[in-house]
C-alpha cells in the first residue's frame, strides 16, 4: 500500500511545476497587453511621420494640392474617381471610394483583373485614376496600366519618396502622375515580427480620408464658413412624388390634393398634377388652410390670388451641387419679381452621353425643392 502514496519529493516536484505554469498563465494577459500597445503606439508613431512629411516637405504638399486639383477638375467636367487596388490596398480603396461618394464625390472602384476582363470601359478620358500600392509595383496594376490612355491622370497612393522610383507611375507621362507618399518610418516586419499589413494601411487610410476631405472642402466651399450644403441635399426626390388621380384634369378636386398628399409622407406635401405640371408644399399647406371649407371644390372653381400649380416650363433649375446660399439668393430675387409660387427643379450636374443625346426629348429631374420653404429658412 505504501508503494503508492507519492513521496514528499513528487509533492515538491509537482508543486514547482505548477508554480510555474501558473505564472506563465498570469504572464500571458501583460504579453497580450504589452504586444497591443506597442502595435497602437507604432502606428501612432506612423501617423506622427505621415504628418510630419507633409509638413515640411515641399513635393508631398505640391502633390497633394495638385492631386486635389485633378479631382475637382474630373468631377466638375462631368467625370469621376476611379479607385484601384489589390489585396488590403483594394480594401482601402473600398473604403476610399464610399468615404468620397458619400460627400458628394463621384467615385467607383475598379478591380485590375476585372478591368482587364471586360471592365476597362469604365474609365473615360475625363475620369481620374487613383492607384493604391504600398510597395509601388503590384503585379496586376502593372498589367492594367498599358491599356490606361494616356490622357487620364493617375495619382499614387505608395511608400515610394518620387515618382521616378515607382514602376506604377512608369507608364504615364511626368505630367499626367501625383504621386502621394505614404512610408512607414519602421517595416512592419521589424516592428511586429510578421509582415501582416498594419502601418502601411493605417497611413494609408489616413491619406486616403485626408485627400476626400480637402476634396470635398474644395468642391463645397462657401468662403469664410466652410463646407456649404448643396442644394440636393434639400431635395425631395422626384421618384417619391405622387401624381393626383382624378377622371380629369379638369376635375381635380382640394379633397383630392389633400389626401394624395397625406398618403404619401415621403413627398413632403409635393403633389403632381401631371408629369410637367407640380403644386409646392407652401402651396399644399395654403389650401388646406385656407380652402378647408371648400374640399369638394373643383380646381378651376377657385379664385385664388396667384396659381397653385407651376408648369414645367416655369421651373427654377439648377445644378445637384449648387451652393443652397447661392439658389436661395437666386429664388429670392426672382420672387420679388413675380409673386407666383417658385418650384426648384434639381437637375444632374453632368448627365451621362445617353442622357445628353436625349436632352431634346426629356429633361431628367432629381428632385425638387419649394423655393417659398428655402427662402423661409434663411438664418437671414
Not at 85 to 110: D, P, Q, W
Not at 118 to 138: K, N, V
Not at 146 to 168: D, E, K, L, Y
Amino acid at each position: 500500500m505504501l508503494e503508492n502514496i507519492p513521496s514528499l519529493e513528487q509533492h515538491s516536484a509537482d508543486d514547482t511545476m505548477n508554480g510555474q505554469g501558473q505564472e506563465q498563465m498570469n504572464d500571458a494577459p501583460d504579453k497580450s497587453l504589452a504586444t497591443a500597445l506597442h502595435v497602437i503606439s507604432t502606428e501612432r508613431e506612423a501617423l506622427a511621420n505621415l504628418e510630419s512629411l507633409y509638413q515640411t516637405n515641399a513635393l508631398a504638399q505640391e502633390n497633394i494640392s495638385r492631386a486635389v486639383s485633378q479631382i475637382v477638375k474630373s468631377i466638375k467636367c462631368g467625370g469621376k474617381l476611379v479607385v484601384c487596388g489589390v489585396g488590403k490596398s483594394g480594401k482601402i480603396g473600398r473604403k476610399l471610394e464610399a468615404t468620397m461618394n458619400s460627400m458628394g464625390i463621384y467615385s467607383v472602384f475598379l478591380h485590375p483583373t476585372e478591368a482587364l476582363h471586360g471592365d476597362l470601359g469604365m474609365i473615360r478620358p475625363i475620369d481620374t485614376l487613383l492607384l493604391i500600392s504600398f510597395s509601388g509595383r503590384t503585379p496586376e496594376l502593372l498589367l492594367l496600366l498599358p491599356h490606361i490612355p494616356q490622357t487620364v491622370p493617375v495619382i499614387a497612393i505608395t511608400a515610394h519618396m518620387h515618382p521616378s522610383t515607382c514602376p506604377i507611375l512608369s507608364y504615364h507621362r511626368s505630367d499626367m502622375t501625383i504621386l502621394l507618399p505614404a512610408p512607414v518610418h519602421v517595416d512592419e516586419e521589424t516592428s511586429f515580427g510578421v509582415s501582416a499589413p498594419t502601418t502601411s494601411t493605417t497611413v494609408a487610410l489616413a491619406l486616403g480620408d485626408a485627400l476626400a476631405l480637402a476634396t470635398a472642402r474644395s468642391l463645397h466651399t462657401t468662403p469664410g464658413r466652410g463646407p456649404a450644403e448643396v442644394i440636393s441635399d434639400l431635395a425631395v426626390s422626384a421618384d417619391k412624388i405622387p401624381t393626383v388621380v382624378a377622371a380629369a384634369h379638369q376635375q381635380v378636386r382640394v379633397l383630392d390634393i389633400l389626401l394624395t398628399a397625406l398618403q404619401h409622407p415621403a413627398a413632403q406635401s409635393w403633389v403632381k398634377l401631371s408629369p410637367t405640371e407640380i403644386i409646392p408644399p407652401a402651396r399644399v399647406r395654403a389650401l388646406a388652410q385656407e380652402q378647408a371649407g371648400k374640399v369638394d371644390a373643383k380646381l378651376t372653381d377657385l379664385d385664388l390670388p396667384s396659381p397653385i400649380s407651376v408648369s414645367a416650363e416655369r421651373w427654377f433649375r439648377v445644378s445637384a451641387s449648387s451652393p443652397v446660399e447661392d439658389v436661395r439668393r437666386w429664388v429670392a430675387d426672382a420672387m420679388k419679381a413675380s409673386p407666383s409660387p417658385v418650384v426648384i427643379g434639381v437637375m444632374d450636374d453632368y448627365p451621362c452621353a445617353a442622357e445628353e443625346a436625349d436632352k431634346q426629348q426629356e429633361e431628367k429631374f432629381l428632385g425638387f425643392v419649394c423655393g417659398e420653404d428655402l427662402c423661409a429658412s434663411s438664418s437671414s
